[in-house]
């Protein structure tokens, strides 16, 4: 029978050890869950004759079956053939409301390789606004002035400077309308909706918005609730009117919910506590009219801060030929006006989706597509011929 103050300083040693193992280990899980397993048999077995340690003792097993799960995962992962992006040391800026954002004056060289296959090399330039280059206006007053939002899609993530979508819609209007690129990697409406009431765009735009575009995917439910990465942007909660309210960053403001947090954050270096939460987190009813109502008092922000302004969605509403589209997300064609699918413009997106991406490892688009939504937008929305 192990006496009690030996017992105390191994359950202490097991904490000492599992906090070093999650710090500093790859996989920390595998080794906190295989200590923890082996620790509480060796505990069942010399106290078997007791009802607690058969009790621990079969805890103990399903503890060390957790781990086979885990080494199961974690092996099956390294099995893949990983895509790795670099980017330029600094690129990635905290900021207070909108989580993050580019650094300014600044060229940042990113790189993404799949195995040995290199899928791009290319350079993103920031201007002293803080936000990705766009073409110069001609000169004289612009005939109007476009915001862009949404994530890396419209950032242009691997993609250049000049291939950039709203780079290629500037250059379609010949330099008759100023472009600007809010875009960012993992941003989505509440950054929209954040940069417009929080006075971010005013401070970075010197002309009137005439228009204004935001490419929607189906992860930007997600990153209204947050979860892994997701946790860093601005929440909100819907407000007792129908609205919404900003309530801090989601990782900080409370109450998020622990695994929505830092907590769930920490958990996510599990593979199996990463798909389990990925189960737990799948958006639900509350997440899409949380969505429709941010995205809603984003129109309604535009339209009083910007009077005669439009807004339009771009809706990426497909990914392959097996894909149904963004399922809910599709009711805002019906329910808004000024919603645009992608699958009505990019000929055969459903059926060769390939063509319209970075690579097959790599869902972002590439500057053919954005070559094709640029002119549909220039006649279809901006009108260049007027």
């Known amino acids: 029978m192990l006496g009690p103050l030996y017992q105390m300083a191994s359950f202490l040693a097991l904490l000492a050890g599992s906090a070093i193992a999650f710090k ?10 295989l200590a923890w397993g ?6 069942g077995v010399l106290n078997r004759r007791a009802t607690r340690g058969v009790v621990v003792f079969n805890l103990a097993c399903v503890v060390l079956v957790l781990a086979g799960v885990e080494i199961w995962l974690t092996v099956a992962a390294g099995n893949q053939i990983p895509v790795r992006t670099v980017n330029s040391p600094d ?8 989580g993050t954002r580019p650094r300014p004056s600044s060229v940042n060289r990113a790189t993404s390789t799949y195995g040995d296959q290199l899928l791009y090399d290319v350079e993103y330039t920031i201007g002293d606004n803080g936000l990705r280059t766009s073409p110069p206006v001609s000169a004289g007053e612009a005939d109007g002035c476009v915001l862009f939002f949404g994530g890396s899609f419209v950032y242009g993530v691997g993609v250049g400077d000049t291939e950039a979508l709203p780079y290629q819609v500037g250059v379609e209007m010949a330099g008759r309308y100023a472009t600007h690129n809010f875009g960012f990697h993992g941003h989505g409406p509440g950054q929209m909706l954040a940069a417009l009431e929080r006075g971010f765009v005013d401070q970075v735009i010197d002309c009137k ?6 490419l929607a995917i189906r992860d930007h439910v997600q990153r209204l609730v947050g979860g892994g990465w997701r946790s860093f942007g601005p929440k909100y909660v819907i407000d007792g009117n129908g609205g919404v309210e900003y309530a801090g960053v989601i990782r900080d403001a409370a109450p998020t919910g622990w695994l929505t947090g830092a907590g769930g954050y920490r958990l996510r ?6 798909r389990v939460l990925d189960m737990l987190q799948t958006p639900g009813e509350r997440d899409l009219n949380l969505f429709a109502a941010v995205v809603r008092q984003a129109v309604q922000t535009v339209e009083t801060s910007y009077p005669g302004s439009q807004f339009h969605m771009l809706l990426w509403d497909a990914w392959g030929p ?34 319209y ?13 954005f070559e094709v939504l640029a002119v549909y937008i220039a006649t279809e929305i901006l009108d260049r011929r007027n």
Request: aromatic share 10%; hydrophobic share 40%.
């Open 269 to 274: 270096r599990s593979k199996m506590a990463s």
């Open 24 to 33: 500093y280990l790859p996989a920390p899980f595998i080794w906190i869950l």
């Open 209 to 214: 918005p005439t228009h204004v575009i935001y």
């Open 357 to 369: 991406r970075i690579h097959e490892a790599d869902p972002h688009p590439n500057a053919a597509a």
């Open 91 to 98: 690129y990635i800026q905290r900021h207070s409301y909108l």
């Open 38 to 43: 082996s620790a509480l048999c060796a505990w």
């Open 322 to 355: 097996e894909d149904s589209g963004v399922g809910e997300l599709e009711q805002f064609s019906g329910m808004m006006d000024g919603v645009h699918l992608a699958s009505e413009i990019l000929p055969q997106f459903r059926s060769r989706p390939l063509s």
